[in-house]
């Protein structure tokens, strides 16, 4: 059976459709080019603002007039990651799903079901004529991974709406009220280079095989950060030889934990076995302490035929390596209003070191503005102490619950009706365009939510096929019982 032939036909159809444009952050032209075609042949007045946002909007049925107009919000831009071992082009190719028993994935990429999930079903409400819905605004927003920026520079005049639906949460039986917001950290180091010096080998380093995953979402769940376990090798083996660090890459995307990371180190030849000793140690005691959540993980040190010419002056490596070691990383503070949720977190996303630079990218993220900025002032005087250059960008705010929130009684009511169960109202470590919108749209009353996916920035994607299903009905029965108009 192929995708296409899943049920819900409608939504899979479109998903299907969306993931054979190639649309990664910040080269969204042919994707935002998709949805307007999309909905012009429809007939539906479509309309694009400054920034490239796509807006379509779709006039009430029949005796739905009086109920308050939806935004039904997507963002239209993916995650593009893969497998070092897939050979893929994000530019030029679609994404290739598969079915996998009750999931659905990609073939070593991002399946990008987020949050193509959400926008298939909003193109599924748009494209159908037997649904009974009020107005609908479908607005599609771009680079939402790398910086919300379509959230940021959205033209409100273009949208009337008073209740919001974000459609990009990943338990179908969770309601998001809430979210963090996040700042970016970029940081760089000028360190002096040097010549391999006389009786050295070269040799290639690599650590694969984690599982990555949501810096925000998936940050509490104990997985391997790249970065930081590639770090702690190397320092342990510069205890035994002077290695010497000639180049390191780890680390792709600003919002997902890293998975590799790769290098070339130069090591004096007469201390090979002692230096191996003490790899071989140091890696089995990574392997154990990570048996459970990271049963994958493979870090490998082999000689390097190409060899190396120039390498990260002592004084300057020393630097490196220590603040590398000490980066504030992974969860800050957890919440202490709301039982399970991370408050603060930060995530060291990449590390370079290549050709006289060192750079680091991180996110943090919280559910307050203050935590927010406690923990990117840690990081940034953590790297200037260094003599680091540092950059702080991106800041968006978070999402406060509104307890007054007349959408969420409609969802709570049709979930319980619908499945015999109360659903799981929580906020969430991630951060949703909502907290951006509100600034926008300040009357509107938003909730967040949708099908169940897992492995989200990662070529582990995958999304539930029966939640699909469940999120489609659940919607339907959601936008028919919209409020009447106040």
């Known amino acids: ?117 959400g926008v298939a079903a909003t193109m599924s409400l748009l ?39 974000n459609l990009d949460t990943e338990d179908d039986d969770e309601f998001s009220v809430g979210c963090a917001g996040g700042i970016d950290t970029n940081t760089t180091y000028r360190y002096e280079q040097e010549p391999v010096g006389a009786g050295y080998a070269a040799f290639s380093i690599a650590l694969k095989g984690l599982k990555g995953g949501h810096s925000g979402m998936d940050i509490a769940l104990g997985r391997g950060n790249a970065n930081l376990l590639m770090n702690r090798v190397i320092y342990e083996i510069m205890q035994v030889s002077d290695v010497r660090i000639s180049e390191l890459e780890g680390g792709s995307l600003r919002n997902a934990i890293p998975r590799e990371s790769f290098g070339k180190l130069a090591i004096p030849a007469t201390d090979e076995a002692k230096v191996r000793e003490v790899f071989e140690e140091v890696v089995s005691q990574i392997n154990t302490e990570y048996s459970e959540v990271e049963p994958n993980l493979e870090i490998t040190l082999q000689r390097d035929d190409s060899g190396i010419s120039t390498v990260v002056s002592l004084a ?25 949720l991370v408050e603060t977190s930060s995530s060291l996303a990449k590390v370079i070191i290549s050709e006289g630079e060192f750079v680091t990218k991180s996110l943090q ?31 968006y705010p978070g999402w406060a619950p509104n307890p007054n929130s007349r959408i969420l009684e409609v969802l709570k009511s049709n979930y319980i009706n619908m499945f015999g169960e109360e659903p799981h109202v929580a906020a969430c470590h991630a951060g949703l365009e909502c907290g951006i919108l509100g600034k926008h749209l300040p009357d509107c009353d938003m909730i967040s939510f949708g099908p169940t996916i897992r492995n989200p920035h990662s070529p582990d994607e995958k999304v539930n096929i029966q939640s699909v299903q469940k999120f489609w009905d659940f919607l339907q029965k959601v936008i028919a019982d919209t409020p009447i108009k106040n």
């Open 316 to 340: 300057d490596q020393a630097k490196i390596v220590a603040a590398v070691y000490a980066t504030p990383n992974a969860v800050w503070k957890m919440s202490d209003k709301i039982k399970d």
């Open 365 to 395: 993220r919280s559910m307050i503005e203050s935590g927010k900025r406690d923990i990117s002032n840690a990081m940034r005087v953590h790297y200037e102490a260094m003599g680091a250059k540092v950059e702080q960008s991106g800041d």
């Open 1 to 117: 059976m192929s995708v296409r032939e899943l049920e819900p036909k409608i939504i899979w159809n479109h998903f299907e459709d969306l993931n054979a444009v190639p649309r990664p952050s910040k080269k969204e032209e042919r994707v935002r080019q998709f949805m307007i075609d999309f909905g012009k042949s429809l007939g539906l007045e479509t309309l694009e603002d400054e920034i490239g946002n796509v807006i379509i909007k779709k006039p009430a049925t029949a005796g739905m007039e009086e109920r308050e107009t939806v935004i039904l919000q997507s963002h239209i831009d993916m995650v593009h990651q893969k497998n070092t071992s897939t050979d893929f082009d994000f530019d030029t190719q679609g994404i290739e799903s598969w079915i996998d028993g009750e999931w659905v994935k990609a073939k070593g990429t991002t399946l990008g079901a987020d949050n193509g999930m």
């Open 127 to 165: 494209s159908s004529t037997d649904i009974e819905h009020p107005a609908l605004e479908a607005l599609f927003t771009i680079d939402e991974e790398t910086g919300m920026t379509g959230a940021k520079e959205l033209d409100p005049s273009l949208l009337s709406g008073k209740i919001l639906l």
